[in-house]
């Protein structure tokens, strides 16, 4: 790997209400996960109104929680996060796969099969997007595994329009492939469908993404989603389809799990008028320390 990079991420995020109302419990995921590629050197975390008991946990995926409980009533709760790491980048990685695993299709061994149930789950089976993932296999010879995962990233990318959106949920990877637009979010989820109907495992991911000047990058200003998928040899593999990155360039994983709904970046209740609710603003900047 080449010479770290020195990032900060800033994150705030701001609610509104037009009177004060009650809060109950709010979680965060905003603490990228340290590992060999990421190094964590500064953190801080400011939640106003005070929390009355702010604590941190690990949930089932080792992912940094942090859980907030309030006592007092507010018409603005902001949270605002910032973490300075240096992480190491692969640009142009070379995955050593195990030779069984170099060609698709191929079986995961035993132990691993086991582990990877859940990864290997479909959340939307759908034909459409079982027909969208046969496509990328050589109808005649050897299918490379690699090649195979790459052209999928790419023509999601070439294919599909980048579009931001605020609002909860995604869309249905059919759906997806029909409209040929979507968020971060819509993209990782389809990527994932397909994968996981090749018996391939998956898990998504959210995170940041460091965009540099002048560069063509997508996803900068908010929190950002792609997946990972599980290849023998390589361990857990970075795949980008909004941007077609394969690898961990200019991607800051906060946290992991088999599917979107259980890594939202921050999600709690308030209790009050329903009219009261004024709406939420994110801003994220991932800037690099010269």
């Given at each position: 790997?080449?010479?770290?990079?020195?990032?900060?991420?800033r994150?705030q995020?701001?609610?509104?209400?037009?009177?004060?109302?009650?809060?109950?419990?709010?979680?965060?995921?905003?603490?990228?996960?340290?590992?060999?590629?990421?190094?964590?050197l500064?953190?801080?975390?400011?939640?106003?109104?005070?929390?009355?008991r702010?604590?941190?946990?690990?949930?089932?995926?080792?992912?940094?929680?942090?859980?907030?409980?309030?006592?007092?009533?507010?018409?603005?709760?902001?949270?605002?996060?910032?973490?300075?790491?240096?992480?190491?980048?692969?640009?142009?990685?070379?995955?050593s796969l195990?030779?069984?695993?170099?060609?698709?299709?191929?079986?995961?061994?035993?132990?691993?099969?086991?582990?990877?149930?859940?990864?290997?789950?479909?959340?939307?089976?759908?034909?459409?997007?079982?027909?969208?993932?046969?496509?990328?296999?050589?109808?005649?010879?050897?299918?490379?595994?690699?090649t195979?995962?790459?052209?999928?990233?790419?023509e999601?990318?070439?294919?599909?329009?980048?579009?931001?959106?605020?609002?909860?949920?995604?869309?249905?990877p059919a759906?997806?492939?029909r409209?040929?637009?979507?968020?971060?979010?819509?993209?990782?989820?389809?990527?994932?469908?397909?994968?996981?109907?090749?018996?391939?495992?998956?898990?998504?991911?959210?995170?940041?993404?460091?965009?540099?000047?002048?560069?063509?990058?997508?996803g900068?200003?908010?929190?950002?989603?792609?997946?990972?998928i599980?290849?023998?040899?390589?361990?857990?593999?970075?795949?980008?389809?909004?941007?077609?990155?394969?690898?961990?360039?200019?991607?800051?994983?906060?946290a992991?799990?088999?599917?979107?709904?259980?890594?939202?970046?921050?999600?709690?209740?308030?209790?009050?008028?329903?009219?009261?609710?004024?709406?939420?603003?994110?801003?994220?900047s991932?800037?690099?320390?010269?």
């Amino acid at each position: 790997m080449s010479a770290p990079h020195r990032l900060t991420v800033r994150h705030q995020s701001v609610y509104r209400y037009s009177e004060p109302v009650r809060f109950g419990e709010h979680r965060m995921m905003f603490r990228p996960r340290a590992s060999h590629d990421l190094r964590l050197l500064t953190t801080q975390l400011l939640i106003t109104p005070t929390p009355e008991r702010l604590h941190w946990l690990h949930d089932v995926f080792d992912n940094s929680v942090a859980v907030a409980t309030f006592s007092v009533e507010a018409s603005e709760l902001l949270f605002r996060s910032e973490v300075t790491l240096e992480h190491w980048e692969a640009p142009l990685p070379d995955y050593s796969l195990e030779p069984y695993a170099s060609t698709w299709p191929f079986a995961y061994t035993s132990e691993e099969a086991s582990d990877l149930v859940n990864a290997r789950s479909r959340q939307y089976p759908d034909a459409e997007v079982d027909l969208w993932a046969q496509r990328f296999i050589e109808p005649v010879g050897i299918t490379s595994t690699m090649t195979l995962l790459r052209s999928m990233t790419l023509e999601i990318k070439n294919s599909c329009m980048y579009v931001r959106r605020t609002e909860k949920g995604v869309n249905r990877p059919a759906d997806t492939l029909r409209m040929r637009r979507g968020s971060c979010r819509d993209f990782a989820v389809l990527m994932m469908d397909a994968v996981r109907s090749l018996g391939l495992a998956a898990r998504f991911v959210s995170g940041y993404i460091f965009v540099p000047d002048y560069d063509a990058t997508l996803g900068g200003g908010a929190t950002h989603a792609w997946l990972q998928i599980y290849l023998p040899g390589a361990g857990w593999v970075d795949f980008d389809p909004t941007n077609s990155i394969v690898g961990n360039r200019h991607l800051i994983r906060v946290a992991v799990a088999w599917n979107y709904e259980q890594v939202l970046p921050l999600w709690g209740t308030w209790h009050g008028a329903m009219y009261s609710f004024l709406g939420l603003e994110v801003d994220v900047s991932v800037t690099e320390d010269v």
